[in-house]
């Protein structure tokens, strides 16, 4: 599920609706945190921090 969320936030970003795209992300945040999923979790905040994140990196944990 998490993973979905940050796939739907690029596409909201994309479509410029950068305050859903950053709610979205931190739904993300909060299930890969509930999850332990600490590599995934620290992506999604380099996403909301604004930080450059390698193009088509998958999220670390394909079971959320």
């Known amino acids: 599920?998490?993973?979905?969320?940050?796939?739907l936030s690029a596409v909201?970003?994309?479509g410029d609706?950068?305050?859903?795209a950053a709610a979205t992300l931190r739904d993300a945040l909060r299930l890969?945190?509930?999850?332990?999923?600490?590599?995934?979790a620290a992506r999604v905040r380099s996403l909301l921090e604004g930080k450059t994140v390698r193009a088509g990196a998958a999220?670390?944990?394909?079971?959320?």
Do not use: C, F, I, Q
């Not at 609706?17 to 859903?20: D, G, L, S, V």
């Not at 890969?32 to 995934?40: C, F, I, L, Q, T």
């Open 1 to 7: 599920h998490a993973d979905v969320l940050v796939s």
């Open 12 to 14: 909201l970003t994309a």
């Open 17 to 20: 609706r950068a305050e859903e």
């Open 32 to 40: 890969y945190e509930a999850k332990g999923n600490v590599v995934s």
């Open 59 to 64: 999220p670390a944990d394909r079971a959320s």
